[in-house]
């Protein structure tokens, strides 16, 4: 519990100063600071999605495998070609 804490406390603190270096950027119209304020962005992002994916993946059983079944229904032999 402590390291998804920390995790999100980081995500946060880094969210916070990108936000900041934007508002920077934005007043001096720098351009080039511009563009990588959007590389930073993307990352960001990235990180904040693997972050929610692992919250969802918290549960007991969570670490174990799972049957699915695909039926291809009335879709005709394609569908059924699909499904194999």
Known sequence: MKTDYENWRTLK?????LLDYARLAADEDDAAAEAGIVGQLEALKDRLAK?????LLNEKYDDRDAI????????????????E
């Open 13 to 17: 603190a880094d969210a916070e100063e």
């Open 51 to 55: 972050q929610e994916f692992a919250m």
């Open 68 to 83: 699915i079944a695909i039926h291809a229904g009335a879709g005709g032999t394609e569908a059924q070609d699909w499904v």
